[in-house]
Structure formats: C-alpha cells, structure tokens
C-alpha cells in the first residue's frame, strides 16, 4: 500500500503522464464505441455522405472529414475519428497539466480530466459523425491555452488561430476557452504571480479571443446560412429571454442532483468552498498594494459567476435557443473549477488527498457506462421498429408502389420502455439520449424503403384527416393507410409502463 500511496503522489514525466490520460480517455468512450450507435443526424449523413457542415458555421468539420476520408464526401469511417480525437485529447490534457503545473502528481492530472469527464459532452460524443469534430474543437481551445513561445507575435498569432480552429469544428467551443481564461486567471492569482504579469495575462487572453473570432469571421463565419446566426431581439426584451434560457439551463444540470451523485458533487462543491476560501487568504498575503489586492480580489471572485454563466454561455443569445445536452460543454470548465478549488483545499490537508477527487471522476464513469447501455438498448429498439415498418411495407404492394409515404412525428417520453429502471435512477440519461420519436424517415433507406418522408407539419392530415378511413395495418405502435397513390404512417402514443414487481 505504502508504494501504490507513494507512486501515486510521485512527479509524473510527460509520457507518465500522457499515458495516463490515453487510458482515462480511452476507457471513458468505451461504452460509446462498443454501442456502435447512429444517433440522429448521423442516419442520413452516413446514406448520404453528406456534409452541410459549412451552413451551420463549421467549415473546418467538412475540412477533417475531407482529410481523413481523402474524398469530397463524408463517408462513415467510425470509430476512427473518435479514436484520433481522443487520442488528440490526451495529449492537450498533457500540455495542459505541465502548463499549470512544472511538476504535476496524478492528482494534478485529475483536475483537468472533467474536460472529457463533462457528463453532457457524452452527448456530443453520441454523434458519429460530428462527436469527433465537437471534441478536435476542445483540443483546439486547450492548445490554446497551453502554447507557449518566447515571440510575442506567435504568442498571440497561434493561439488566436487554434480558437479560431476551434470555432470552425464547433462554435461552443468558444465558452471552454473563455472559461479556461478565468481558471488561469485564478491560478496566477494564487501562485502569486506578480501583478504586472497578472494584468497583462488578461490582456494577453482577450486580446487572442478577440483576434480569434476575427479570424474565424473572415474564413468559416462567410459560409454560415442566416437563419443560424439570429441573435434575440432587442425589441422583445431580450434580457427576460436570456433569464428563462439561464432557467432552462438550471433545469437540466439538476438532473444530475440524484441519488449517489449529489453526495458527490456536494462534497465536491464543500472542498471547493474551502479552497476558494483559502484562495482568498493566499490574495491576502499578496506583497502588492490594498488597491492591487482588492482589485485582484474582485476580479477573482467575478470568474466564478463568468464560469457559471458559460456553462451554455454564447448559446444563450441566440434566438433559436438550444438547450440540448451538446450546448453545455462550458459545464465542464465549471467542473474542472471546482476541482482546482477543492485541490488546493485537500492538498493541505494532506498530500495524498487530493486523489479523493478520483470519486466524482469514478461518478462520471459509471454514468457514461450506464448511458451506453441505454444507447445499446435504444440500438435494439431502433432496429425492431425499422424491421417492423420495413416489412409492413414490403408486404403490400401498394404501399412499396405509393408515389410517397408520410410518416407523422410523435414526441414522447416513454418510447424506450427497456430503459426505464435505468432513467428513474438516473434521470440525466433520457435527457442525454434526447431521442423522443419513434422512428425517422432516413433510417428507412437503409433497409431499401426510399418513398418515406417526414411530414413537415406537427398537426396536419396525418393526424386528424385520415383517421377516418380503415387502416391497411394496425400495429401497437403505429397505422398506415393508403389514400389513392399516397400512404401515412400515424404513430401512436406509446402504451403506459407498466412496473413490474417479482
């Protein structure tokens, strides 16, 4: 014991280290690879080997999907992208560590891996195709912040074109670096860095923020479609909007607060309280003048609003607000803020009780194990509700001869019965799958059906109009019927769950 204690709290080199990282990130993405899951977009991506990504603001994804496929297109190649990308990660998480830190310990290590431990960020990892580029847009940003050159131009120049980078993969991105920013700013000011060096590290970091979204608005920006850049209205209160998104926001991080996980992550936020505390004794000690201190002070204390605030962040000024899971990659900057905090609190305590922040580490772990075994249940589930409509459709020569068939959208809760146990117990599960439909009209190709579309209207005649007329097949999930050369698949609602009890 008394050699495992000491290996773990011994000097890690930078290949200790980047190991270290390589299995965490490996083992955490496991579950993902394992469930071999098309999630959503990626349906018609991989039919199509489209792209598309341009429209939405991220040129550089069609970019790496064009250099690793060596073709105009995209075609599926998973899990190699998510494979590069984690090993990319590791190593920015490396350079990360050795930045903080000239002599990091595996607790030190600890501290920065809730940039992939972020529970939300499972959900962009979900997407075959764009998880990938989600995650190359993290490591842009944490290169960002690691680089270091003795030339005050690249200094600035290389980290503004990595966030830029990183906007290109994925413009949420931008509130990890932002985030990241305060974390440093923090750091300086309890490693007692001296005021002239603080200040200008905050020049330093706005001023490549800024020159990074400039240079991403002259390369990606051009390509983006207007409807995906509409900010709130000034005219509608927008104030009142940015607060109900905020609350959304809130709604959905509570779901994590269940069982197990808030002891946790109490324990979590109560050593990061004492931390920020002694956060403040250290600004304190400071040999710069009163107004320097409280100025550092009320910076410092400013950061962990900011933080908070970027859990969604930029989203939150848009007018289509998106409160998906995807959108909350700032949450894990805010985790990575509370173990820094709770760090400095354990660690003088005792050197080797730091390594306690391996517990919520091991939470995040088995949450990401749990939600791979939903993806795989919602796996099987997808495949039997396509083979049942592919058969239906096969078996009645009017409905493969239908000029077109129209297949309603019903959104609910309690498709995914098989998975219920599991999101009573952990309620954060149903909001990271996000799958509320019963089946999509581009799974259909794949099984040869080729005259399926969505309709385009929640309530049109596919609801109400046809019902009417006799179905051509009754199926507890869903109805056809055939009106001359058209056909309409009405979902139901799915039955009730019933608990059973053995």
């Known amino acids: 014991m008394g050699r495992l204690g000491d290996a773990l709290t011994r000097e890690l080199g930078r290949r200790q280290a980047w190991w270290l990282f390589v299995l965490a990130t490996l083992v955490y993405v496991l579950p993902l690879i394992l469930a071999d899951y098309r999630y959503i977009d990626d349906n018609w991506r991989a039919l199509s080997g489209g792209m598309e990504w341009a429209g939405q603001g991220r040129l550089f994804a069609e970019l790496m999907y064009n250099a690793l496929t060596l073709s105009p297109g995209a075609p599926n190649i998973f899990p190699l992208p998510l494979l590069i990308a984690t090993l990319a990660m590791a190593s920015a998480l490396t350079s990360l560590t050795f930045h903080y830190w000239r002599e990091p310990r595996v607790s030190n290590c600890l501290v920065v891996l809730p940039l992939w431990y972020n529970p939300f960020f499972l959900q962009n990892l979900s997407y075959q195709y764009d998880g990938p580029a989600m995650a190359l847009s993290v490591v842009a940003v944490i290169y960002a912040i690691s680089f270091h050159h003795t030339s005050r131009i690249l200094q600035w ?205 091991l939470a995040m772990l088995s949450l990401s194990y749990a939600y791979g075994r939903v993806l795989t249940v919602q796996k099987a589930f997808a495949t039997q509700a396509l083979g049942s409509l592919a ?47 019963y089946m999509l009209a581009e799974n259909l190709p794949s099984v040869g059906i080729t005259n399926v579309v969505a309709e385009k209207e929640r309530r049109n005649a596919t609801r109400v109009g046809y019902l009417a007329y006799p179905a051509l097949v009754d199926r507890p999930y869903y109805r056809i019927y055939l009106i001359g050369d058209y056909g309409f698949i009405v979902v139901k609602e799915p039955p009730p769950i019933k608990t059973l009890r053995w």
């Open 157 to 361: 120049l290389v980290p503004a074109g990595l966030v830029a980078l990183g906007l290109g993969l994925y413009q949420i991105s931008f509130n990890v670096f932002l985030g990241l920013c305060c974390l440093e700013v923090l750091k300086g000011a309890h490693d007692q860095l001296e005021w002239r060096k603080w200040r200008d590290l905050i020049g330093c970091r706005i001023a490549q923020a800024a020159l990074g979204a400039l240079i991403y608005g002259v390369t990606a920006y051009p390509f983006t479609e207007a409807n995906r850049t509409l900010l709130l209205n000034l005219d509608a209160d927008p104030w009142l909007q940015v607060l109900i998104n905020i609350g959304r926001v809130l709604e959905k991080v509570q779901l994590l607060f269940h069982g197990g996980f808030t002891w946790v992550l109490a324990g979590l936020l109560l050593c990061a309280i004492a931390g920020a505390a002694g956060l403040g004794r250290e600004i304190s000690r400071r040999p710069d003048s009163a107004a320097k201190r409280l100025c550092i002070g009320l910076v410092c204390l400013l950061t962990l609003p900011l933080v908070t605030l970027l859990v969604s962040g930029m989203a939150l000024f848009f007018r289509d607000f998106n409160e998906g899971a995807r959108t909350l990659m700032g949450f894990a900057v805010l985790l990575v803020l509370l173990f820094y905090l709770g760090h400095l609190a354990l660690s003088r305590l005792h050197p080797r009780l730091p390594l306690l922040l391996a517990l919520p580490l």
């Open 391 to 437: 058969q239906d459709i096969s078996a009645h020569r009017e409905l493969r001869e239908a000029k077109r068939i129209y297949l309603s959208v019903t959104y609910s809760d309690h498709w995914l019965t098989g998975a219920a146990g599991t999101f009573r117990q952990m309620p954060v599960l149903h909001y990271l799958l996000n799958i509320d439909f």
